[in-house]
């Protein structure tokens, strides 16, 4: 009964992250929406990086808000604001940098992200000149593309280790207390244990990662 009590507290908190989550997403593309309405891009925008920032793999809010981001810089590209597009461009780029972990969401987005920016960059400093403006292009596309997220390794690391003392507290709780309140030793102290590495782990791969 332990168990499975604790089971049902964990689902219940899990269900509530995801409920607050979708919500937060929700509500800032609702407000997105309303200052794209008032003609508002500047608030648009940064109610739509808000949203990119309530992640959840496969997400509906998530691609709303990505869409919506899209759809600000393209029609500023057409428009000829470069500098709008390019901050809009930015904010998409970092709202899935910003969700990396052991994978980074939509890889080829950020790809796209990476190009545009840099020929925006480019032709707005190059005024004119082709020559200078692949020169800038080809600078700013590789500070881009750079390699500087986290370290993948450690990354999963400390996954595996955040779960590995979770499920140590779970197995304590369920293993060390018998159905009359009495204490057993050993499976206290192997998940006891168990939990002092793993979370010793965790933190290790979190500094490191």
């Known amino acids: 009964m332990r168990a499975k009590a604790v089971l049902i507290l964990v689902a219940i908190a899990l269900l509530m992250i995801v409920v607050r989550v979708l919500v937060g997403g929700v509500r800032e593309n609702r ?4 200052y794209l309405a008032q003609g508002n891009v500047p608030e648009a925008m940064a109610a739509y990086d808000r949203s990119l920032h309530w992640y959840l793999p496969l997400s509906p809010t998530f691609s709303t808000a990505i869409d919506g981001m899209r759809s600000i810089a393209e029609d500023a590209e057409k428009s000829g604001d470069v500098e709008t597009a390019v901050v809009a461009w930015r904010l998409l780029r970092s709202g899935m940098y910003a969700n990396e972990w052991w994978i980074l969401p939509h890889k080829s987005l950020v790809a796209e992200a990476d190009e545009r920016i840099a020929r925006l960059v480019a032709k707005q400093g190059a005024g004119g000149d082709a020559s200078r403006e692949e020169q800038i292009y080809q600078k700013e596309f590789a500070l ?29 709780i369920a293993k060390a207390f018998g159905p009359k309140d009495e204490f057993h030793r050993r499976p206290a102290a192997i998940y006891g244990g168990v939990f002092l590495v793993a979370y010793a782990v965790w933190m290790v791969a979190l500094s490191n990662a």
């Open 31 to 34: 407000v997105a929406g309303q």
């Open 144 to 172: 881009l593309t750079k390699q500087v997220g986290p370290n993948k390794a450690w990354a999963f690391l400390a996954v595996v280790a955040f779960f590995g003392w979770v499920a140590a507290v779970l197995f304590f």
